[in-house]
């Protein structure tokens, strides 16, 4: 039998998950975890007092997760290992409509609108209203009828509905269905840029750098369609300055959209606008 020493522990940490976990999986991902771990303590001379701090901070990061905030998506998406994991399973071809963070603010379940219809929670004067069309398609450039198409984003105040207190109205996410030609249309309001929560535990890691903690404004999609996997992607203004700051890396060649300013009139849509808007298309290739 051998007992710890600081010269095997990590080892016999390691084999003991790898030995005793009871799916090769499990065995793999834990004695892996363990070796760089402790690789992580052992090149940074960690102290019981850092690792306290850590542990107690983890904890926080817990508390404060909840159904609508969650603190460990944020985590990891500030980390760059969200986006990163991203990258790393992304196979698509370039032509497809390439794939990026969910972000922590996706509430499931919108109420559908149809062709053309605003997003719940706008109204007349709020924002810059902007209308946003396109059309799903295949690889093979066929419309694909039905998609579902599941957008959020936040309000011309920078909020998102989930950042609201439970039991808010509906704000700024809705489904659409496709037509038959694969197109789609809704009105909705210019997002607007924000930053992620810093009242927690990730707001106090970032306290301690001068990391950027706004995001470039963005619409969030997630499209669904029988026999394509489901895309989740979001969009943003080419022309924003805040594309390489992005405090969660989601910005991407292929998702930059231009938001083309109108004069007041008759939107594409039908609606008659009193000041001036904002036109975009944007077009789903889905593998
Ligand atoms: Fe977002």
Excluded at 19 to 42: G, I
Excluded at 71 to 91: A, K, N, P, T, Y
Excluded at 110 to 119: D, H, K, Q, V
Excluded at 154 to 172: F, K, R, W
Aim: charged share 25%; glycine share 8%; with cysteine.
């Amino acid at each position: 039998m051998s007992y710890a020493t600081l010269q095997n522990i990590t080892e016999l940490s390691a084999s003991r998950w790898q030995e005793q976990a009871k799916d090769p999986r499990t065995a793999q991902l834990m004695s892996s975890l363990v070796r760089h771990l402790h690789e992580f303590a052992r090149e940074n001379a960690l102290s019981m007092e850092e690792w306290f701090e850590a542990t107690e901070w983890l904890s926080r990061t817990g508390q404060i997760t909840n159904d609508t905030r969650k603190e460990f998506i944020l985590l990891s998406d500030v980390l760059g290992l969200s986006m990163m994991l991203e990258l790393l399973h992304d196979s698509k071809p370039d032509e497809a409509t390439q794939n990026t963070l969910l972000g922590p603010f996706y509430i499931p379940g919108s109420p559908e609108i149809p062709y053309g219809g605003r997003l719940p929670g706008i109204g007349d004067d709020d924002g810059i209203p902007l209308i946003l069309s396109g059309t799903v398609r295949g690889l093979d450039g066929e419309p694909i009828a039905g998609a579902t198409i599941d957008v959020w984003q936040n309000d011309h105040t920078g909020i998102y509905e989930a950042q609201m207190p439970e039991g808010s109205p509906v704000l700024c996410r809705a489904i659409q269905h496709s037509r038959d030609d694969g197109s789609y249309m809704f009105r909705t309001v210019m997002p607007v840029d924000y930053s992620i929560p810093t009242d927690g535990p990730v707001g106090e890691l970032f306290a301690k750098t001068d990391i950027s903690d706004v995001r470039p404004a963005h619409i969030h999609f997630k499209v669904g369609a029988e026999g394509h996997p489901t895309l989740v992607t979001h969009i943003f203004d080419r022309q924003s300055t805040r594309l390489e700051s992005d405090p969660v890396f989601g910005a991407r060649d292929g998702l930059l959209v231009d938001f083309i300013e109108q004069e007041a009139g008759t939107a594409p849509n039908g609606d008659a606008i009193d000041r001036p808007y904002r036109v975009a298309t944007l077009d789903f290739a889905l593998v």
